[in-house]
């Protein structure tokens, strides 16, 4: 059994791996190729690295993971996971079933668009929706939000900086969302259209595997495992990192890179403080 199995390998993850390799924890880390992100040609708001490709970013990322001996990625999909009986887990794969001391979990969330037709072949270029990763790209056009209430009127004061002109455009009147050499066409029920250069969209997250629910962690009204601040679920020797997991103090999961490294590198740390605490505890216990 080996000291940790990491799931997932986007941002959370390869840096939870990182941090465990650092500390030379035999680590083996899941990447099923399924990402967020996927869609996205840029990713922004990341310090030194702002509007590098995210595919770059996780070859960046398993170049400095190959520089450690005790960092294993195996590129598969892991279908199920337990609690073994030694106090250990288990993810289960195509190949057979892996076993280590903890679990960190960081397999994201999958994202439900508004089944307008056009809506999703735009989706993480000119249709988005955090403004802090796509806003800053639509300055000076105008910027459509897709929504109503209180979600799309925060997210109007927070593009009204940005954008020329900021319009929120109720979902349920649009048929269409079509292509331009500048931005997207928005078509209506009633026959009139919208020109925007971006449009943002709030969609239906849901966890992007059933693991939380198969190790029965406790969740939050938004769908995200609850975690401490250190990525602690509320299953001792599991963690949860990135778009997946949230503390309580948090309305929601924060779509950012730049967070979901932070709790990766969080949950890696904790994971070691746990893996030194039992064999410490294991030490006392053989000398008595």
């Known amino acids: 059994m080996i000291d940790a199995i990491v799931i997932g390998g986007g941002p959370a993850g390869l840096q939870a791996a990182l941090t465990l390799g650092r500390m030379h924890r035999q680590v083996m880390l899941f990447d099923s190729g399924e990402y967020r992100n996927a ?22 990322a398993r170049e400095d993971l190959a520089g450690y001996a005790t960092v294993r990625i195996v590129e598969t999909e892991v279908h199920a996971v337990e609690a073994r009986d030694d106090g250990g887990f288990a993810a289960m794969t195509d190949d057979g079933a892996f076993a280590a001391s903890v679990l960190i979990l960081a397999t994201g969330l999958r994202d439900e668009l508004p089944p307008i037709p056009g809506l999703a072949a735009a989706w993480g270029r000119e249709v988005a929706h955090c ?89 939050l009204p938004s769908g995200g495992v609850e975690v401490d601040p250190m990525g602690r679920t509320s299953l001792p020797g599991v963690f949860a990192a990135g778009d997946m997991a949230h503390t309580a103090a948090m309305p929601g999961p924060m779509a950012s890179l730049a967070v979901a490294i932070a709790a990766g590198q969080l949950a890696a740390a904790a994971a070691v403080h746990q893996l030194a605490a039992r064999e410490l505890g294991a030490q006392r216990g053989a000398v008595s």
């Open 131 to 219: 403004p802090f990763c796509h806003g800053h790209e639509l300055s000076g056009k105008r910027i459509g939000i897709l929504g109503s209430g209180a979600h799309a009127a925060a997210h109007r004061a927070m593009l009204a900086p940005i954008g020329s002109a900021v319009v929120v455009i109720d979902p349920d009147e649009v048929t269409a969302v079509e292509p331009t050499d500048d931005g997207l066409v928005v078509r209506r029920r009633d026959g009139d259209s919208t020109e925007v250069g971006g449009l943002f969209v709030a969609p239906t997250s849901t966890q992007r595997s059933p693991f939380a629910a198969q190790l029965g962690l406790a969740t």
């Open 39 to 60: 869609t996205v040609d840029h990713a922004q708001n990341l310090i030194t690295h702002d509007g590098r490709a995210p595919a770059e970013l996780r070859r960046l």
